[in-house]
């Protein structure tokens, strides 16, 4: 009995004093390059800290959409490379230029992408311009195709679904 209760406060003591993979950075990017395969340039953001929601459990779910999730929930986004990914702030993505994907072909994911929707006709731009800007991120973005009827929009792969969603019923 006095083993297995030395036992338990043992192992115990080591949770309570475990070291989170994901207050860092950079012990959370080898983290999710361990449960990926991945590679993460991270430049001079290596130091930075990463807050958790109070439960939040690493262990549940796909490891690459919660490391994705992470960054976004702390303001920061990964970018395509060739060999990997480089994690930039949100303020640094107006600096990139992101992938195009087709619109029958956008991920759900956190990572920002380029897709070019086209409407039935132009007069029905200028009201997507302004329903489209209701639903992007903090930092998506949309611009008008010049002499067109189709539409830019520069967002995470789950607002592109949405906003696909809303270009559908508008071509109605």
Same mark, same amino acid.
């Given at each position: ?8 406060? %043992? *192992? ?7 070291? =989170? @993979? ?13 449960? *990926?395969?991945?590679?993460? &340039? ?8 990463? +807050?958790?929601?109070? =439960? ?5 779910? &796909? @490891? &690459?959409?919660? %490391? #994705?999730?992470?960054? /976004?929930?702390? =303001? ?9 990914? /480089? ?7 107006? =600096?990139? +230029?992101? @992938? ?8 759900? $994911? %956190?990572? %920002? ?6 409407? $039935? #006709?132009?007069? +029905?731009?200028? #009201?997507?311009?302004? !329903?489209?800007?209701?639903? !992007? ?11 067109? @009827?189709?539409?830019?929009?520069? &967002? ?13 019923? !508008?071509?109605?």
């Amino acid at each position: 009995m006095k083993q297995l209760l030395i036992f338990i406060l %043992f *192992t115990t003591s080591l949770n309570l004093f475990a070291e =989170d @993979p994901c207050k860092i950075l950079k012990t959370c990017s080898e983290w999710a390059t361990n449960k *990926t395969g991945v590679k993460y &340039d991270l430049g001079k953001l290596d130091k930075r800290s990463i +807050k958790l929601e109070k =439960d939040f459990n690493l262990n549940e779910g &796909d @490891p &690459d959409f919660i %490391f #994705n999730y992470l960054l /976004q929930s702390n =303001d920061l986004v990964r970018i395509k490379r060739e060999n990997g990914f /480089q994690i930039v702030t949100m303020k640094e993505i107006k =600096d990139f +230029k992101f @992938p195009s994907v087709l619109i029958s072909e956008i991920p759900n $994911s %956190f990572d %920002f992408y380029s897709a070019e929707f086209s409407l $039935s #006709n132009k007069e +029905k731009v200028r #009201n997507a311009l302004l !329903l489209i800007k209701n639903y !992007l991120s903090k930092n998506g973005r949309v611009l008008e195709v010049a002499d067109s @009827p189709r539409v830019q929009v520069i &967002d995470t792969g789950i607002h592109l679904n949405g906003i696909k969603l809303i270009i559908n019923e !508008l071509n109605k």
